[in-house]
């Protein structure tokens, strides 16, 4: 791939080399001189350890007296990922180690071990759950903090919520894990209790987190549990015909419409009797893309052929290519049908991300003019509408014109994670394609 580099949507486009160093100088700029300083400069709490979460519109802490296990794990993660990158001159992973000892010191359950659901500023605990999708995340978050680090804790504490997830939380009848414990790994009762649903996000989740664990550990136990769940992930959770992500299943993998949690997840789009809209036929663009280059990426860690899987990745790309992308206004659409056409055409943060570091990949490895144009649609979408460059995070959700609807900067479901990683994921991946 050298000099031009030539696709056709309708008309002939050209892209060369120099428009690709610009979009990633663009991508550079906004990690540097926004992203990362929105959070470096206000994010650490050095009164009562870990770190301040909630921003409104201009950046500036709201007083929301909570610490979720979601949000400090994230920030974890973001900041290890971003240190391992090369990028915050070391203060990266000094905050990186600020919330780690925050995480074991306050909401480490010292009695039944795991890490609590919420504690407040202090450390108090509000909530005593142990969620697998918070725990999925302290896997994630402490794995990376060992690889960009080299501090030994990250990795045990990792291995020790692992095992008590293989030892509490494995449905050894169906096959992977149970989501929802009290503190002492009590299962939650049914319902919207959560206790006999499994979903796609957790389970994506834990992929993500045994990746990393693995890549941290090297050992076989770690493999095989990353193994196993892919296993469940292509062959239970993605639609048998279309390959797209089904989102919620009952205990026995059969599909169960979508409903509201208690204490999870921001269910701003269900209705009041806490069911989603289009529940049984219902996929999400993000997360299928997501699930996509997250898939790629464990491949590669694994050092396995990625050809061997190629069908079931390329359909999670050419779904979100043919229905999730706005050609007119820009962006990825929130979600659809299996079998096309739109449910919401809202324009929501964490889905831009995902996309945008997807459909790189896909770039790169699939056809660069087939999906080059969702990538710079996406990208341009995010720089020109979804980014408040006045204060330097980005809005949580648009409209489809891209008019901000939330306008808070971050809370415990909306933090850095997504956009910090598909800057520092997204920066290498147009390095590549421009030295191709």
């Given at each position: 791939m050298?000099?031009k580099i030539?696709?056709d949507?309708?008309?002939m486009?050209?892209?060369?080399?120099?428009?690709l160093?610009?979009?990633k100088?663009?991508?550079?700029?906004?990690?540097?001189n926004e992203?990362?300083?929105f959070?470096?400069?206000?994010?650490?709490?050095?009164?009562?350890g870990?770190?301040i979460t909630h921003?409104?519109?201009d950046?500036a802490d709201t007083?929301?007296?909570q610490?979720?296990?979601?949000a400090q794990?994230?920030t974890v993660y973001?900041?290890a990922s971003?240190?391992?990158a090369g990028?915050g001159d070391g203060?990266?992973?000094?905050y990186a180690k600020h919330?780690?000892?925050?995480?074991?010191?306050?909401m480490?359950d010292?009695?039944y071990?795991g890490?609590?659901w919420?504690v407040?500023?202090?450390?108090?605990?509000e909530?005593?759950?142990?969620?697998a999708y918070?725990?999925?995340?302290?896997?994630?978050s402490?794995s990376?903090?060992?690889l960009a680090?080299g501090d030994p804790i990250?990795l045990?504490?990792?291995?020790k919520?692992?095992?008590?997830?293989q030892k509490?939380?494995?449905?050894?009848?169906?096959?992977c894990?149970?989501?929802?414990?009290e503190?002492?790994?009590?299962l939650?009762?049914p319902?919207?209790?959560g206790?006999?649903?499994?979903?796609?996000d957790?389970?994506?989740?834990l992929m993500?987190?045994?990746?990393?664990l693995?890549?941290?550990?090297?050992?076989a136990i770690?493999r095989?549990k990353?193994?196993?769940?892919?296993e469940?992930l292509l062959?239970?959770?993605q639609?048998?015909k279309?390959?797209?992500?089904?989102?919620q299943?009952?205990?026995?993998w059969s599909v169960?419409p979508?409903?509201k949690?208690?204490?999870?997840w921001?269910w701003d789009?269900?209705t009041?009797d806490?069911?989603k809209?289009?529940?049984e036929?219902n996929?999400?663009y993000?997360?299928?893309?997501?699930?996509?280059?997250l898939?790629l990426?464990?491949?590669d860690?694994?050092?396995?052929d990625?050809?061997?899987?190629q069908?079931?990745?390329?359909?999670?790309?050419?779904?979100?290519?043919?229905d999730g992308?706005d050609?007119?206004?820009g962006g990825v659409?929130?979600?659809g049908?299996?079998?096309?056409?739109?449910?919401?055409?809202?324009k929501?943060f964490w889905?831009?991300a995902?996309?945008?570091?997807g459909?790189l990949?896909?770039?790169r490895l699939?056809?660069?003019d087939?999906?080059?144009p969702a990538y710079?649609?996406?990208h341009?979408?995010?720089h020109?509408?979804?980014?408040?460059?006045e204060v330097?995070?980005?809005w949580?959700?648009?409209t489809r014109?891209g008019?901000p609807?939330?306008?808070?900067m971050s809370?415990?479901?909306?933090v850095?994670y997504?956009?910090?990683?598909?800057?520092?994921?997204?920066?290498p991946?147009?390095?590549?394609?421009i030295d191709?």
């Open positions: 050298r000099g030539n696709f949507v309708e008309n486009i050209m892209v060369s080399k120099e428009h160093e610009e979009l100088a663009e991508s550079v700029n906004h990690l540097k992203l990362l300083p959070w470096l400069e206000r994010c650490k709490d050095d009164v009562n870990g770190f921003f409104d519109k950046g007083g929301e007296d610490k979720s296990l979601i794990t994230r973001t900041m971003a240190h391992r990028w203060m990266c992973a000094e919330g780690v000892e925050f995480l074991l010191d306050e480490w010292e009695k071990g890490f609590y919420t407040d500023r202090k450390g108090n605990v909530i005593d759950k142990k969620i918070g725990l999925s995340f302290a896997i994630y402490l990376e903090y060992t680090t990250g045990e504490y990792a291995q919520v692992f095992d008590q997830l509490y939380a494995v449905d050894t009848m169906y096959g894990y149970f989501e929802m414990f503190r002492d790994w009590t939650c009762g319902g919207s209790a206790g006999d649903i499994k979903t796609l957790v389970h994506m989740h993500e987190a045994f990746t990393t693995y890549e941290a550990s090297g050992e770690h095989r990353l193994e196993e769940i892919i469940i062959h239970r959770i639609h048998p279309y390959k797209t992500g089904i989102p299943f009952w205990r026995d169960a979508q409903i949690f208690d204490i999870v921001g789009r269900f009041e806490g069911v809209s289009n529940a036929d996929t999400s993000g997360h299928n893309v997501e699930f996509a280059w898939f990426h464990a491949l860690i694994m050092k396995k990625w050809r061997d899987y069908d079931v990745i390329r359909s999670q790309f050419d779904h979100c290519l043919a992308i050609w007119e206004y659409y929130v979600e049908s299996h079998s096309g056409g739109v449910y919401d055409r809202e929501e889905q831009q995902e996309v945008l570091i459909m990949d896909a770039c699939f056809d660069f087939k999906y080059w710079e649609n996406v341009r979408f995010i020109d509408k979804m980014i408040n460059h330097g995070e980005w949580p959700l648009l014109q008019e609807i939330w306008t808070h809370h415990s479901w909306k850095n997504h956009t910090v990683r598909a800057m520092v994921q997204s920066i991946r147009l390095q590549k394609l191709m």
